[in-house]
């Protein structure tokens, strides 16, 4: 049986079927959508949601982060950082476009012209969210190649431990540097886009070297490029502490992931991630 499920935006939803309406309550509507669905999907809305957190997320929220975490170094730098916390959280949980620059000054608690003193415009202070962010991601997985050996297959698994630990420990960054970026302009999205660039050459770069050697075997290394990669950016949406699988454990599983994409014979017994 199908039944029509009435979306309000930020508010109940109502589904009617042949045993009336049931409702699932939120709060703060915005919007209504009328969408149609089997009557067991509705039913079971409350049971599914939770079978990734053992905490009820709201069905019309972006990601199940709720807490705004910037690099050490750019919290501690006072009137900017906390613009830059305030701008991240309203820009990962309503979008560039619905937040305002009076929006972002009273959740960092100043005045609009306050960040005007920082940043000429809004769309500088996400550009600056996407370099920071794309340089942390591209700083760490770098490093964990380095730091890995001269096999391909080690040398993936340490890029996706640490590309996945990324939008683990930064989820609202990782969510506003990749969704977001196609906002700014080619000037101000230029030093992102170096980064995003390099972060890609280096994993397509390890498949290469996999693919030479024999240990890989992919038809097109820029498919399982776009593959390994897009899988840890969808990480940042879901994940959260109450999951039931530590970060560790996911970056793991991940990895294990990408070695079954690049078709990958035996490997080398792995060293545990560090944590």
């Known amino acids: 049986m199908w039944v029509v499920a009435v979306q309000l935006r930020g508010g109940p939803e109502l589904a009617c079927g042949e045993h009336g309406f049931e409702m699932t309550c939120l709060t703060n509507v915005r919007s209504v959508s009328f969408v149609l669905r089997p009557a067991m999907a509705v039913n079971q809305l409350d049971r599914n949601r939770s079978l990734v957190h053992t905490q009820t997320m709201a069905i019309n929220r972006r990601l199940a982060a709720t807490t705004a975490r910037l690099l050490p170094g750019l919290r501690e730098s006072g009137a900017s950082g906390r613009l830059?916390?305030?701008?991240?959280?309203?820009?990962?949980?309503?979008?560039?476009?619905?937040?305002?620059?009076?929006?972002?000054?009273?959740?960092?608690?100043?005045?609009a012209a306050t960040i005007y003193a920082h940043y000429p415009s809004k769309e500088h202070v996400l550009a600056e969210l996407c370099r920071v962010g794309h340089e942390e991601q591209f700083r760490g997985v770098r490093t964990a190649v380095l730091d890995s050996g001269g096999d391909p297959r080690e040398q993936i698994v340490a890029y996706v431990r640490a590309h996945v630990d990324f939008h683990t420990t930064y989820p609202m960054l990782a969510v506003v540097?990749?969704?977001e970026l196609h906002v700014l302009s080619e000037e101000l999205g230029a030093a992102t886009f170096v980064l995003r660039r390099q972060s890609e050459a280096l994993m397509q770069d390890?498949?290469?070297?996999?693919?030479?050697s024999?240990?890989?075997?992919?038809?097109?290394?820029?498919l399982a490029v776009a593959a390994i990669?897009?899988?840890g950016l969808?990480?940042?949406?879901?994940?959260?502490?109450?999951?039931?699988?530590?970060a560790a454990q996911v970056a793991e599983g991940y990895a294990e992931f990408a070695l079954r994409i690049l078709g990958a014979d035996a490997k080398p017994d792995r060293k545990p991630a560090k944590r």
């Open 206 to 212: 390890i498949i290469t070297r996999g693919m030479d």
């Open 84 to 111: 830059l916390e305030a701008a991240l959280k309203l820009f990962a949980e309503r979008g560039y476009a619905g937040a305002s620059v009076r929006d972002v000054a009273t959740a960092a608690g100043v005045k």
């Open 214 to 222: 024999g240990h890989f075997h992919v038809r097109d290394r820029w």
């Open 234 to 246: 969808r990480v940042a949406y879901w994940f959260s502490p109450d999951y039931k699988l530590s």
């Open 177 to 179: 540097s990749n969704s």
């Open 229 to 231: 990669g897009g899988m």
